[in-house]
């Protein structure tokens, strides 16, 4: 049914921009029964959906800014879903004329969370509320359910959230939608979903990369391997649709679908805001980076043509012995890195929960990851249940369930990375999660020799293990020590 644009102030809600994502969210809206109203700069878009799809419920078409927004109930709820960016604010800055105090507007983009929390501080100054919302699912997800994870005020989600709880993802009936917390925490938390993304995305392709050199296994056999694992602790949206990739043959050539891809791997960018944002605030994300990594060494052209065939490897063929075991140990492998992912990514969401003054519940996040959206997967019900027995763990790594279940695969992930690293086979994000742990569970590390060496050349200053306080060695004179 479509109702004409005049201002009749009936719909529940409103979508503006109606790209692919903004179109599937105004569909989902509509057949769980709201009357949307719906707009997009160039009207083409608009018509378009209601020709293909006003059969799906209520709209409201409008063709200017003025008349979508009277066409909306007060307090007026407001999704912007257009490029990310300048386009954003450009949007922001048509709308805002004809709100008025109390009406709500959602950025469902893409958006960096500096300019949400920017955004958001000049919206409340005009008495709106603005809402920096992740929605994590791409296409489908948007249409069929996705995991939202929207900021903003608490009032403002006192009305918006039951409405965005009821078109997201359900996982055992629970809503993959919860309020994370204020001005920028929901894209920040989408920021560090994607993050995590790229790190799974290349711990499972570093996984398969073992399995073809290790094994000289097929593609397909390598996908039919993905499909075994997905039947247990692995079972995620990404090892299901790697499974099928593996298996896909392209019409064309006959080859295995990933042979006749070009091996340099794309992004937009979210990964290396998560990066840039760890090192801001100082904490070890180094899957995610090694991820992010990866992905620029994949496209670094010029280097990669100056160094093949011309760089030394000195290896030897991997002579797998016992393929089951070795299959077995490349599971455990990427499970145990897989946590590391997330463990770091936590302990950022940690981080800048305090840093930002947002009290992110950090199990509530694992909750609604668990369905719509790309990094859906079974252990994530793992996560929550560490964050409910101890809502402040300093470390998921350190939870009872996964000292356990990461501890079983320990000498396996040894035997895969060192393994990887004599057969010359590239597992940045294996090894440097491996790294990481042995780092984080060291008594001591060997920072004490880096403390001295700045003191050395630049006074400054080492704290003892013996006694507190903060101290300095005259090194260029009699090395007698002093109290800094
Ligand atoms: P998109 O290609 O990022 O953006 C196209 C939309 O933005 C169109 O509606 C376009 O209007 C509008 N737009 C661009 N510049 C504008 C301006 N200056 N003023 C007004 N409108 C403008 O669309 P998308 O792929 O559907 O993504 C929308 C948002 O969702 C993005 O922020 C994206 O990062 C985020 N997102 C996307 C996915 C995904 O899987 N695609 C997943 C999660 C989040 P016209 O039709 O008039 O050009």
Redesign the pocket.
Known sequence: MVASGTATGTAQIGVT??????RNLARNFARNGYTVAIH???YA?TESLVADHGDEGTFVASESVEDFVASLARPRKIVV????G???D??IDELVPFLEEGDIVVD????HFPDTIRREGALREKGLHFVGSG?????EG?LLGPSIMPGGTKESYESLGPILEKISAKVDGVPCCTYVGPDGAGHFVKMVHNGIEYADMQLIAEAYDLLRQGLGASAAEIGQIFAEWNTGDLESFLIEITADVLQHVDAETGSAFVDIVLDQAEQ?GTGRWTVQNGLDLGVPITGIAEATFARALSGSVPQRSAAVGVLQAHTSEWDVTDRDAFIEDVRLALYASKVVAYSQGFDQIAAASAEFGWDIDRGAMARIWRGGCIIRARFLNRITEAYERDANLPLLLADEYFTGAVGNGVAAWRRIVAGAALHGVPTPAFASSLSYYDGVRAERLPAALIQAQRDFFGAHTYRRTDRDGTFHTEWSGDRTEQTA
């Open positions: 921009g109606l790209a692919v994502m903004g997009n700069r160039s878009k879903m257009v490029k990310a300048g386009p954003t450009a949007v469902a983009g893409n958006a929605v994590s699912g791409g296409e948007a937009k």
